[in-house]
Nanobody, 127 residues
Framework: QVQVVESGGRSVQAGGSLRLSCAASGDMYARNCMAWFRQAPGTEREGVATIDSGSGSALYADSVKGRFTISRDNALGKNTVYLQMDSLKPEDAAMYYC??????????????????WGQGTQVTVSA
């Protein structure tokens, strides 16, 4: 089993920045994919970004390209992924979830491709 814990969500003004963190523990494989998804009330869960442990390559949703940056820290068995969010817009407000799959990243931002999920951290953006 893998445990996933997100942190860093809070209220911020439009145009501001925020960094989310996600720590994974438990039966992690060296090869894995970590991702961020988000879901606003009344909407479907949306993929935001993924990052692969092997290649380090990242994939972003068009809606966040150029504003959000995903990164990870694999040092000393640490499995932590970050989401740096800049130039935040009111439409970025949502519950943000961290997700993990114990394999290479799937080819897209599909929630069904991920095995383990955190409880979420709330991001609020005021105009």
């Amino acid at each position: 089993q893998v445990q996933v814990v997100e942190s860093g969500g809070r209220s911020v003004q439009a145009g501001g920045s925020l960094r989310l963190s996600c720590a994974a523990s438990g039966d992690m494989y060296a090869r894995n994919c970590m991702a961020w998804f988000r879901q606003a009330p009344g909407t479907e869960r949306e993929g935001v970004a993924t990052i692969d442990s092997g290649s380090g390559s990242a994939l972003y949703a068009d809606s966040v390209k150029g504003r959000f940056t995903i990164s990870r820290d694999n040092a000393l068995g640490k499995n932590t992924v970050y989401l740096q969010m800049d130039s935040l817009k009111p439409e970025d407000a949502a519950m943000y979830y961290c997700a993990i799959v114990l394999s290479r990243c799937p080819g897209g931002l599909w929630a069904a491709g991920f095995q383990y999920w955190g409880q979420g951290t709330q991001v609020t953006v005021s105009a």
